[in-house]
């Protein structure tokens, strides 16, 4: 059975930083494109972060750019997105999930396949 899960998330004050992990079973991340995607409340689910297998390519929406890295371990079979100088609009339930590319990795993103987690909430506030 393929599954992912999340972990990490918490309360950080503004600045602050954390490291989520994305934990695959059933597959292996090593062939797999993987996407963070967060869902704050009240709004749409939004993509933040991806990672391509192939090529190693990433991609990162602007609001994070400079701020968050995705990383893979593939002997973890682990996907990680360090976040950081953390801000109160970063506050969201953060989800990964298997990708597909939008159009160019790198500029355009991914969106989610068939894979998700079930989410980690990261809450930024003083």
């Known amino acids: 059975q393929v599954h992912l899960e999340e972990s990490g998330g918490g309360l950080v004050q503004p600045g602050g930083s954390l490291r989520l992990s994305c934990a695959a079973s059933g597959f292996t991340l090593r062939y797999t494109d993987i996407g963070w995607f967060r869902q704050a409340p009240g709004k749409e689910r939004e993509q933040v972060s991806c990672s391509s297998w192939s090529d190693s390519s990433t991609y990162y929406a602007d609001s994070v750019k400079g701020r968050f890295t995705i990383s893979r371990d593939n002997a973890e079979n682990t996907v990680y997105l360090q976040m950081s100088s953390l801000r109160p609009e970063d506050t969201a339930v953060y989800y990964c999930?298997?990708?597909?590319?939008?159009?160019?990795?790198?500029?355009?993103?991914?969106?989610?396949?068939?894979?998700w987690g079930k989410g980690t909430l990261v809450t930024v506030s003083s």
């Open positions: 999930a298997t990708a597909e590319p939008l159009g160019v990795f790198d500029i355009d993103g991914c969106y989610g396949k068939d894979v």
